[in-house]
């Protein structure tokens, strides 16, 4: 079973910084991982992508967050960063680590974590 652990939320005033990671458990077990991404989902309001990165390098983000977040991937350790900078309070959310087309010698399905809160406020 293969687990995806956020980490790097928290609490950052505007025009602030924050560096997410997300990791993958049983690494030894994966083969291979299509596209990893974040999504976020503010309170009140459906769950929406904020940025991915395919299996070979392609980076899709948002219009929100355009020129603010990078995405970035480790290709040998599965796992997915996003720096964010210039933080306003309407990317105040809680955001989720995604994996598609993750395949083990077992299985081959997608994945989600369980979502760290980024709060932007002065």
């Known amino acids: 079973q293969v687990q995806l652990v956020e980490s790097g939320g928290g609490l950052v005033q505007p025009g602030g910084s924050l560096r997410l990671s997300c990791t993958t458990s049983a690494t030894g077990s994966i083969v291979h991982i299509d596209t990893m991404g974040w999504y976020r989902q503010a309170p009140g309001k459906e769950r929406e992508l904020v940025a991915n990165?395919?299996?070979?390098?392609?980076?899709n983000y948002a219009d929100a967050v355009k020129g603010r977040f990078t995405i970035s991937r480790d290709f040998f350790k599965h796992a997915v960063s996003l720096r964010m900078n210039s933080l306003k309070p309407d990317d105040t959310a809680v955001y989720y680590c995604?994996?598609?087309?993750?395949?083990?010698?077992?299985?081959?399905?997608?994945?989600w974590g369980q979502g760290t809160q980024v709060t932007v406020s002065s």
């Open positions: 990165i395919s299996s070979i390098g392609r980076t």
């Open positions: 995604n994996a598609v087309g993750v395949a083990t010698t077992t299985s081959y399905r997608d994945y």
